[in-house]
Every structure is written in C-alpha cells, then in structure tokens.
C-alpha cells in the first residue's frame, strides 16, 4: 500500500505540472482567440474520458491492475515528450498540443479504475477503507500542493514552460518503475471466464437495478459540467486577464486549492465522522459550487488565495465519500466499470465544461464565469439531497 500512496503522490505531481502549464502554454503561444483554442484543447486532451473510458474499467475488471498502471503512466510519459520536441523545431501550436493531449489522456483514464479497484483488494478490512481512501487522496493533493509551487520556481530560474513539459514526462516515466514492486494476488479477483460482451450486458441488468449508481454518476456528471470548467479555463482566464498576472501566481493559486484539499483530507482520515458518507457526499457537492460564488465579486490575488483555499477544503467531502460508496456497495466484478463511469463524469465532463467556459470566456468577464458556475453547482448539491444514494 505504501508504494501506492508514493506512486499516487508522483502521478499528483505531474498532474498538477500539466494542469499548470497546458492552459498558459496556448494562451502563450496563440495571438488570436486564446480562450476559445485553450477551450478546444482542454475539451480534446480530455475526450477520452467520455468515449474510451469505460474500456479502461472493463480492463480493469478482467486484467491485472499493477500492470495497467504501469501502462498507463509509462506512456502518457512518453506520448508527453511529443511537445518538447516539436518545440525543439520550431513546430509547436495549440493543434500539437491537443493532438498530445488526447495521446496522454488516453492512456491516463487506464490508472483511476485500476487504482480505485485496486485499493479494496489491498485493503482487507472494509471498516478502513475511508482512512486508507483519504490517505491515498491526501497523497495525491499533497503533491498538488507541491506541484503548484514548483512551477514558479522553476520558472523563477528558468523562465521556460516547455521545460516544466519534459519535467512532467520524466516523473510519470520514473514513476512507472516504482508501481512494478507492488505485490499482492491477483488472479483470485480477476473475471475472464465471460466474455466483455457479457461483463457489460451483466453490468447494465446491475445498473437497470441499482438507481443509487446511476444517480451517483448524474450528480457528479452535472456538478463537474459546472464546476471543472472554473478549476482549468476559467482560473486561468480569472488570473491572467482580470487580475492581470502571470503563470507563476496561475501556480500559486492552484497550490492554496491543493493545499486545502490536502488538509481537509489529512482531517477526515484522522477523525471520527459521526455522520454517513451519503450525506457528506450530499453537502460536497453543493459547497463545491457555493465557495466558487465569491469570486464574482473579489478582484485581489491575495484574497482569491484565501477562498481557493476554503474551496479546497470541502472538495474531499466529494471525493473519499464517494470513493469509499463505491468500493462498498459495489461488487469486486463490477468496481472498474463503475469508477470508469465515475472518471468519465468526472475528467469526461470537464472537457465539456472547459468547451462551455472557452466559448463563455469570449464574451464574459471571468468573475461572471464562477458566478454561473458556482450557482449552477449549488443548485445540483440542493438536488441531490432529494435523490437516493446507497441508503
């Protein structure tokens, strides 16, 4: 288990380096219509998550899941180098950078069903599953944290976004060889006796009668469509056009966000929570929009800090609920598919948010964006107080 929180860590890392440096890189390097191609490419380099990432749970289902990992970190590395090199001619352009995106995402959406599903298998006891989910999530926001403050730095020294690029390649690379030692059985947890086909006529008759998994994935669907938009286009149009600053502050503010989400998810793992997971899930997911409301009106980056940081507080409410939700009223034959659901609402809906927020972005204020977008999410957590979740 402990290789995997390093692995988790690592894989935060280069995510946040990536989510940092992408929507800046196109804004840079693009004259005309910044926003609108910064939306293009957040909605391409996350289009696998709406079209292959069901595959990705199937396979994780049927295969083993320490060497799917491999996989897909090894070579969303790999496909990374792409924008170092044709940066290196002379080439690069926001087409490349989405062309690379798509490459990276899509075998990116093979780790969080192979994880998610990997972690009840590792973890025996059911009652831990909570703690060991928000260890997991700390690691990784830890590392956001982290993340977010190693850009300006960096940048600091070596004033070069491409850099940060192949920093990000390297560590998803390395990283890839750290999962290998992970050990455990395997074949005792592994479905092939059916055919894929039949896995997902099985999985359907499940969904046809469990709602509770069909209402899980509309909320997180519809709260992301609002929300993930503002966490990528929206932040970066927030501080680079109204508030007038520069990559290293656009890192800086995605660090108080991690930073939030980190500690917030250190407190859940160490406290005992008197209420379920159902209803922390429920006050999640309408915070999650709610604490984005306040910055229709706050135009200072220091006071921007303070509640990105609030916002970060509650995100963990969202994600260990509803990871540990999954992981115990979800059959073992069944867990990758319905995480792959999950991301697919999750990372698949954010590329429809980061579309909606590009386009929005052309012709509105930022600060207009989180108000739509932070009233829009309050209004989706009111709803799902009335739906039936797990109970």
């Known amino acids: 288990m402990a290789l995997l929180v390093i692995a988790q860590f690592l894989v935060g890392l280069a995510d946040q380096i990536y989510i ?3 929507p800046f890189l196109v804004i840079s390097i ?9 939306g293009i490419v957040s909605f391409i380099e996350t289009l696998p998550f ?4 069901f595959l990705a749970g199937i396979l994780a289902d049927r295969y083993n899941k320490k060497y799917l990992l491999i996989i897909s970190v090894l070579f969303s590395g790999l496909f990374l180098l792409i924008i170092p090199i044709f940066s290196t001619i002379n080439k690069l352009n926001w087409i490349i950078i989405a062309i690379t995106g798509f490459l990276v995402s899509s075998f990116s959406t093979l780790y969080p069903p192979s994880r998610d599903a990997l972690i009840p298998i590792l973890v025996k006891d059911k009652d831990k599953l909570f703690y060991y989910n928000a260890i997991v999530q700390s690691s990784y926001q830890f590392a956001l944290f982290i993340g977010g403050l190693l850009p300006p730095i960096i940048l600091y020294l070596k004033n070069d976004l491409i850099f940060l690029i192949l920093l990000d390649a390297i560590i998803l690379i390395l990283t890839s060889f750290l999962i290998y030692p992970i050990n455990y059985n395997e074949n005792n947890f ?3 006796k059916s055919s894929i086909l039949d896995d997902i006529k099985s999985f359907i008759s499940i969904l046809k009668k469990e709602r509770s998994i069909l209402n899980l994935v509309i909320l997180t669907a519809l709260d992301n469509f609002f929300i ?3 966490t990528t286009i929206g932040a970066s149009l927030y501080i680079k056009n109204y508030l007038g600053l520069s990559a290293k502050e656009f890192a800086l503010f995605n660090a108080l966000l991690s930073l939030g989400w980190f500690l917030s998810a250190i407190i859940l793992s160490r406290i005992k929570i008197k209420t379920s997971e159902v209803n922390l899930l429920r006050w999640g997911i309408f915070l999650d929009g709610f604490t984005y409301i306040p910055f229709f009106f706050i135009n200072d980056f220091k006071t921007s800090l303070i509640f990105i940081f609030i ?9 260990i609920s509803r990871t540990t939700l999954i992981q115990k009223h979800v ?10 659901l999950i ?10 948010s980061g579309l909606f927020m590009g386009i929005l972005g052309e012709f509105l204020s930022p600060n207009y964006l989180f108000l739509i977008g932070g009233i829009g999410g309050s209004i989706i957590g009111i709803i799902s107080f009335s739906l039936k979740i797990f109970n």
Do not use: C, D, Q
């Open 311 to 319: 916002h970060g507080l509650v995100i963990p409410l969202i994600t």
């Open 190 to 192: 592994m479905n092939k």
């Open 30 to 38: 693009e004259i005309y219509n910044a926003s609108l191609k910064a």
């Open 343 to 352: 991301y697919i609402a999750v990372i698949g809906f954010m590329s429809l």
């Open 331 to 340: 059959g073992e034959e069944f867990r990758g598919k319905v995480f792959s």
């Open 50 to 53: 709406l079209t292959i990432s």
């Open 20 to 22: 940092i440096t992408i």
């Open 228 to 230: 993930m938009g503002l």
